[in-house]
């Protein structure tokens, strides 16, 4: 064992010790093997190596061969890549040690082979494919031949992709070429072994039947032609056998049979979508096995994925010509009483949920995350038959409805079932979405909306707590409620914001989350019809109740912080009578969370809520400090990583909010310099990289005199900052505002000695790391420079670099991508720069033809949108991004309150179009019998009039 074998095997063991030092030291060798990646080989061959070892170290090396793949081979995302020569060791090893390795490590060492081919077959790879066919053709054991199968998928699951262009169609035509054959001979050689009773390789055959499936479902992703047409009698023969299968062997371990039926299943959906008459014949058949698979496990909770993709399957098979099947009044009956009934009733394990784990109630109901549920699966399969067969289904479900709703008075399961049925039948069978809310244009009149509101949902939520309507039932109402909002008067929300505070109260917590959730979305978008002067009378109630329970719930409920957020952002004016007590909740919630981060989405809306108490109320943000300040220290000295970069941007907020008068920073800003301004810094904590940025360029925007007066050398610290920063692709922009911030706010003369030095650094990175991202921020921070500076002097020391070398980032950069700038305020500093060029630069005069062709680039910009990318990128620090949906602890968010917006060199033009129109003749009516000729014929007489008004 080589000596960087041995260093795995002993990371493997330190990774799993219960020495957090320990594990931390460990995590921190693998992050420097991987920083050095680029430089070094041997880091992932020797992972390789260990994972197929069959040692206790090897399912560690298998993951984390499988996670540096992830992160460090694609070039185009990676910012440490591994070296070429290393790449090739890989992919000529890792099949072989994929056929023989344990499966737990098969497993991880398949997923790289999918990451590995996403990028690399069949192109450098294209040898990867016959090492499987050799596997399915010799006499191998069952065992590789499924590790075998496995691979194949992990080949070509890329394939399944919507956006496929005629390349792929040929890399599939050549595949099916030589694997076809061989694949549908394991597959009949694998059921076989499936089918015999008592065989002990059944289940390591089912599981290589699988991943079969897997590979046919792949290689159809596009139109073979009539070959695969051919095979199919044969493919649904064996597709058939595998429905039909049981026996002994699977009474004990029923869940790999499921997996099975369930892979064969989404692959007969597929030819139902994509092959429907070439595969017409086979429809009636699969359709009533399914429906029998269906009916006998609709109880089983182990069969829940299998039940939804059948469902899926009878979905399919409504669309295209097997909807003739579902034009039977009898089957339909049937269908509703042994399959669509079952699913819509409540399920004991979800009351469970319900009663003793509430959070994965809420997550299933409302997040989003019942897209893969039997009652999901059923309302496709309800707005299916709706659409496709709506002479006989449309009376079915009304008359369901109804007979739901009479029975519900005694029962209140009956009463959720009809709830959920009637809310999607008021959209044409459609899942009621309380996230985006419902539009007009969505309705059904197969059940009237107002009276479905009126007499169903308002009276439940108004009536008191029930056998006949307990807490579940008021969940449900409330959900309605938000999915229908848009339908609901003032009148309704003023009602239903009376009744908040006392369900924000109430002993129930997914009620209490769920009005949260409401009123979030109330509020929340332009559509929202609620005013100040509606929510005034409650405002205290609901600010008061939201506190106490924010304080008092250990969970972190998110719901509730983003409720806080959403009324501090929607109705100030009823907030502010309450500032005081808010932010003193907010602080002892913070003092809790900084102690245990345990929800990234509960701290990103904290930190949100307790911005906007700085931005809204900016009269109070002297108190905010004072209440908050002790715990934003206590995040930064402990290295809370989920919260530091969220401390520094408030803290950012609250030194922008000191009087503009002030010529130095406070006492305790003071303290954070020394460590915001040392390299090692930027080094040891990434994710806070961001924060920090943000931190400094305040620092700069307000006390530029103070930092360059500074005896520490801050300046120069500030500096390498920048070149530090702007050597990676995730943290360039960071970097690059630091330099920006330098450039407005220093005097002109402090700068002169850097600039040069500075302009050197980007052109390095330029060349060394160029991405679409980098030249946008490039041509940003060259306009600033050009405006702020001047032109002569800009054009003079970049030329001093190397000479002419100016007017080349000119032609083959700015002129390239200046109008994939993106932005307003950018775009305007891009034209005035671009006009100040075209009017005082000689370089670029000195090029007539260039510079006619700029004019019309310029032009361009001015008139027309900005162009996309090829690869859009991070957004710079400047723009303001919106709340994600999913927050990572990992991801740098920030907050609207504390971004800092784009400085207006040029603030007092206005009109970018009017100053390079007005500018632009003043220049040629000196000096027109220059330029004119060539303008005339680079621009059309119509553009040419958006430039000199002359002859």
């Known amino acids: 064992m080589s000596n960087l074998q041995q260093e795995i095997t002993n990371i493997a063991a330190d990774v799993m010790s219960v ?9 921190k060798a693998v992050e420097e093997y991987e920083r050095s990646i680029d430089q070094h080989s041997g880091f992932v061959t020797s992972l390789l190596q260990v994972a197929g070892s069959n040692t206790p170290a090897s399912s560690y090396a298998s993951i984390q061969l499988k996670n540096t793949v992830k992160k460090c081979w694609d070039e185009k995302s990676a910012e440490h890549v591994i070296l070429p020569d290393e790449k090739e060791l890989i992919r000529q090893n890792i099949i072989g040690v994929t056929l023989t390795a344990p499966q737990t490590v098969q497993a991880n060492l398949s997923e790289a082979v999918a990451l590995i081919a996403r990028t690399d077959f069949p192109g450098v790879w294209s040898y990867a494919m016959n090492h499987v066919v050799a596997t399915l053709t010799e006499n191998c054991s069952v065992a590789e031949k499924r590790a075998a199968l496995s691979i194949g998928h992990s080949l070509l699951v890329k394939y399944r992709q919507s956006s496929l262009d005629n390349s792929a169609l040929d890399v599939l035509v050549s595949v099916y070429a030589v694997l076809s054959v061989p694949l549908i001979s394991v597959m009949e050689f694998l059921l076989t072994v499936t089918e015999a009773p008592g065989n002990p390789e059944a289940l390591m055959a089912c599981k290589g039947l699988e991943s079969a499936v897997e590979c046919v479902r792949d290689i159809s992703s596009m139109d073979l032609g009539d070959d695969f047409i051919n095979a199919l009698g044969r493919v649904a023969n064996i597709f058939m056998r595998i429905f039909k299968l049981h026996g002994e062997t699977f009474n004990t371990c029923q869940s790999e049979l499921f997996e099975l039926k369930g892979s064969v299943t989404s692959c007969v ?16 058949a699969f359709l009533q096995e399914a429906l029998l698979m269906i009916s006998e496990n609709v109880d089983n909770e182990e ?19 097997g909807r003739k099947f579902f034009e039977d009044d009898a089957l339909l009956n049937s269908l509703k009483d042994r399959i669509i009934v079952p699913c819509l009733i409540i399920t004991d394990e979800l009351i469970e949920a319900y009663t003793y784990e509430p959070d994965t109630y809420i997550v299933h109901d409302i997040e989003g995350s019942d897209q893969h549920t039997r009652r999901r699966a059923i309302s496709d399969l309800i707005r299916a038959l709706l659409t496709y067969v709506p002479t006989h289904s449309r009376p079915l479900f009304s008359n369901l409805a109804n007979q739901l709703f009479e029975t519900s008075t005694n029962d209140w399961r009956a009463k959720d079932a009809a709830i959920f049925l009637a809310s999607n039948l008021c959209l044409h069978g459609a899942q009621s979405d309380s996230q985006r809310g419902v539009t007009k244009g969505q309705l059904d009149s197969l059940i009237p909306l107002d009276s479905f509101l009126k007499n169903i949902i308002l009276t439940e939520i108004t009536t008191n707590v029930s056998d006949s309507s307990p807490f579940l039932i008021k969940a449900d109402c409330l959900r309605v409620l938000t999915a229908f909002r848009n339908f609901l008067d003032q009148a309704t929300f003023s009602r239903l914001i009376e009744l908040f505070p006392g369900f924000l109260s109430c002993s129930d917590e997914v009620v209490r989350t769920y009005t949260s959730n409401a009123l979030y979305r109330f509020l929340k978008g332009p559509g929202s019809i609620i005013t100040e002067e509606m929510v005034s009378p409650s405002a205290g109630a609901l600010l008061a109740a939201l506190c106490k329970g924010l304080v008092e719930d250990t969970k972190q409920n998110f719901y509730f912080m983003q409720c806080l957020m959403q009324i501090c952002t929607s109705v100030p004016h009823c907030v502010e009578p309450y500032i005081g007590d808010v932010v003193v909740s907010l602080n002892a919630m913070l003092e809790t969370a900084a102690r245990n981060p345990s929800n990234p989405k ?5 930190f949100e809520t307790i911005s906007l108490c700085i931005s809204k109320f900016p009269a109070h943000a002297s108190s905010v400090e004072q209440t908050i300040w002790a715990n934003l220290v206590f995040v930064l000295a402990n290295d809370v990583a989920e919260y530091v970069p969220f401390a520094l941007q408030i803290m950012s907020q609250l030194l922008s909010a000191y009087p503009t008068s002030r010529t130095e920073p406070p006492a305790a800003y003071l303290d954070l310099l020394g460590p915001l301004t040392e390299i090692e810094f930027y080094s040891q904590t990434t994710g806070a990289i961001p924060g920090a940025a943000c931190l400094l360029v305040t620092f700069i925007e307000r006390y530029p005199a103070f930092l360059l007066a500074h005896p520490g050398g801050l300046t120069q610290k500030l500096l390498n900052i920048f070149l530090n920063l702007i050597q990676f692709k995730q943290y360039d922009h960071d970097g690059l505002s630091i330099l920006t911030a330098m450039v407005v706010h220093y005097p002109r003369d402090a700068m002169d000695q850097y600039i040069t030095a500075a302009f050197q650094f980007l052109l390095r990175r330029l060349e060394s790391k160029k991405t679409p991202k980098f030249v946008r921020i490039f041509i940003i921070f060259l306009s600033i420079t050009l405006v702020v500076r001047g032109v002569p002097d800009t054009v003079a020391r970049v030329n001093a670099i190397q000479p002419g070398l100016f007017l080349m980032i000119f032609e083959r950069i700015w002129l390239a991508d200046m109008n994939k700038i993106r932005g307003d ?5 891009c034209v005035v720069a671009m006009t100040n060029l075209l009017t005082e630069s000689e370089d670029l005069q000195s090029n007539v033809n260039l510079w006619a062709h700029s004019v019309f680039s310029c032009l361009k910009v001015i008139h027309t949108a900005a162009e996309k990318d090829d690869h859009a990128g991070p957004a710079p620090a400047t723009s303001v991004a919106p709340l994600p949906q999913e927050v990572s602890s990992s991801v740098f968010c920030p907050l609207s309150g504390a971004v800092h917006r784009p400085v207006d060199v040029c603030e007092q033009i206005t009109d970018p179009n009017y100053y390079f129109k007005t500018k632009m003749n003043l220049f040629l009516n000196d000096n027109g ?17 958006m430039v000199y008004n002359g002859n």
């Not at 959906?269 to 009636?284: A, K, R, V």
């Not at 069969?303 to 010509?321: M, P």
């Open 825 to 829: 305020l950018e775009r305007k500093t």
């Open 19 to 27: 020495d957090a030092a320990v594990r931390k030291r460990a995590e």
């Open 303 to 321: 069969a829940k994925d299998l039940i939804v993709k059948g469902i899926g399957l009878l979905c399919s098979a409504c669309i295209g010509t």
């Open 269 to 284: 959906t597929h030819f139902l979508t994509s092959f429907d008459e070439d595969f017409e014949e086979y429809t009636s």
């Open 602 to 606: 509960y701290g990103l809306f904290l």
């Open 929 to 945: 019998s220059r330029f004119l000729p060539a303008l005339r014929s680079t621009l059309s007489p119509e553009h040419l009039s």
